[in-house]
């Protein structure tokens, strides 16, 4: 009786992960995430943050054909292509489009804007993310979703030398859209129309 409890308790569980196998992929290297990118019919845009300048409620853009904004409570600040907060506090972003992967350089900054190592947490919407020490202002975290699109991410300094305070920044942000099927459609009757007229 036990062994057919547990066989079907087995059974039950993996047609629930059969059902559910949306995941997150993780990635420390910009250019594998792009390579990835690039094989899952994705393309990839970066946004260096050089056009901002100064102290603002939440800055904003368009990124690859995707709307997103910065945001954090009291206001973020950017200065020398870093976004940043104005306070000690997470950093947002969020997305409006179709954002099948995004990925950064996310640490931690002192009041000055000088690179400071420290633990960091990049979190998703849906709870996954990356928890870890952060040594270089070019180390590169991303994320892939094989399911629902990415529609946020928030970066948060997880400790630092006690008095001082650190502000979650971002030297830069990378977002992966896959075009939509009809899209993809449409590139295809273009690429037959172009094909037709070299003939």
């Given at each position: 009786?036990?062994?057919?409890?547990?066989a079907?308790?087995?059974?039950?569980?993996?047609?629930?992960?059969?059902?559910?196998?949306?995941?997150?992929?993780?990635?420390?290297?910009?250019?594998?995430?792009?390579?990835?990118?690039?094989?899952?019919?994705?393309s990839?845009?970066?946004?260096?943050?050089?056009?901002?300048?100064?102290?603002?409620?939440?800055?904003s853009?368009?990124?690859?054909?995707?709307?997103?904004?910065?945001?954090?409570?009291?206001?973020?600040?950017?200065?020398?292509?870093?976004?940043?907060?104005?306070n000690?506090?997470?950093?947002?972003?969020?997305?409006?489009?179709?954002?099948?992967?995004?990925?950064?350089?996310?640490?931690?900054?002192?009041?000055?804007?000088?690179?400071?190592?420290?633990?960091?947490?990049?979190?998703?919407?849906?709870?996954?993310?990356?928890?870890?020490?952060?040594?270089?202002?070019?180390?590169?975290?991303?994320?892939?979703?094989?399911?629902?699109?990415?529609?946020?991410?928030s970066?948060?300094?997880?400790?630092?030398?006690?008095?001082?305070?650190?502000?979650?920044?971002?030297?830069s942000?990378?977002?992966?859209?896959?075009p939509?099927?009809?899209?993809?459609?449409?590139l295809?009757?273009?690429?037959?129309?172009?094909?037709?007229?070299?003939?």
């Amino acid at each position: 009786m036990a062994i057919r409890t547990l066989a079907a308790a087995a059974l039950a569980a993996g047609s629930v992960a059969s059902a559910s196998s949306a995941a997150i992929i993780s990635f420390n290297d910009a250019g594998l995430f792009a390579q990835f990118a690039a094989n899952s019919g994705a393309s990839v845009a970066t946004e260096g943050f050089n056009s901002y300048n100064g102290f603002a409620q939440s800055y904003s853009g368009v990124l690859g054909g995707v709307t997103w904004s910065a945001n954090a409570a009291g206001g973020v600040y950017a200065s020398g292509g870093v976004m940043s907060t104005n306070n000690p506090v997470p950093l947002f972003f969020d997305f409006a489009g179709g954002v099948t992967g995004v990925g950064g350089q996310f640490f931690a900054t002192d009041i000055n804007f000088n690179f400071v190592p420290s633990m960091i947490m990049v979190g998703l919407a849906d709870g996954s993310g990356f928890i870890g020490l952060v040594s270089s202002a070019s180390q590169w975290q991303g994320f892939w979703s094989t399911g629902p699109a990415i529609t946020s991410i928030s970066v948060q300094v997880m400790g630092g030398t006690p008095g001082q305070d650190l502000y979650p920044s971002a030297d830069s942000i990378s977002v992966a859209v896959v075009p939509a099927p009809g899209a993809v459609a449409l590139l295809g009757v273009a690429g037959l129309a172009a094909r037709r007229r070299r003939r």
